[in-house]
């Protein structure tokens, strides 16, 4: 069984940039697609972008503007960094692998959560 | 608003059936596969169904999948206590270029 572990700041100001990290283990990094998802106080998941090892990055469109998803294969670890941040991208947020044949998620991370504050 | 539609709640008896819809498009269902998901809040989802109808490695065949057109279904045989939890359809959306979730649906085994 594949484990995930996210890690970062559980508290960011507004207007400044959310920053996470996901270790996988090694040697798993080129088989998924790498995801970030997130799933805000009280509501449903929204996946918000992935990146293939390779250099391929799709992005959810509503966020796409403020989203950079990385890969760190010396580490074994991809990185979320979502900027200009507000109390709406409140949430716990997953890291998790996509099958690169895009049908399903597995394995997927506890989740971290982030919550925007002054 | 989600892409894809499920009720917010569905409840049944221990050891009664139950099952939960998950509506969508010809952009999403319609034309790509579907997966489900079971998450106990403060723990990882975890893949229950994926290809619209095959069993994870694990998950017992008291859960089952199916899809018809737009629509898909996550059924539950034999409820348990331990079931309760919030149920997640997903798909990729061909015309969003991105991959949707449903809204959730809390099952109460009652």
């Known amino acids: 069984q594949v484990q995930l572990q996210e890690s970062g700041p559980g508290l960011v100001k507004p207007s400044e940039t959310l920053s996470l990290t996901c270790t996988v283990p090694?040697?798993?990094?080129?088989?998924?697609?790498w995801s970030w998802i997130r799933q805000p106080p009280g509501k449903g998941l929204e996946w918000i972008g992935y990146?293939?090892?390779?250099?391929?990055?799709n992005y959810n469109p509503s966020l796409k503007s403020r989203v950079t998803i990385s890969v760190d294969m010396s580490k074994n670890q991809f990185s979320l960094k979502l900027k200009s941040v507000t109390s709406a991208d409140t949430a716990v947020y997953y890291c998790a692998g996509l099958v690169t044949s895009l049908k399903w998620f597995d394995p997927w991370g506890q989740g971290t959560l982030v919550t925007v504050s002054s | 608003q989600s892409v894809l539609t499920q009720p917010p709640s569905v409840s049944a008896a221990p050891g009664q059936k139950v099952t939960i819809s998950c509506s969508g498009s010809n952009s999403n269902i319609g034309y790509n596969y579907v997966s489900w998901y079971q998450h106990f809040p403060g723990t990882a989802p975890k893949l229950l169904i994926y290809d619209n109808n095959k069993r994870h490695s694990g998950i017992p065949d008291r859960f089952s999948g199916s899809k018809s057109g737009t629509s898909a279904t996550l059924g539950i045989t034999g409820l348990q206590t331990g079931d309760e939890a919030d149920y997640y359809c997903g798909t990729w959306d061909t015309s969003l270029s991105a991959w949707v979730f449903g809204g959730g649906t809390k099952l109460i085994v009652l």
């Open positions: 990146m293939y090892y390779r250099g391929s990055t």
């Open positions: 090694d040697g798993s990094i080129s088989r998924y697609y």
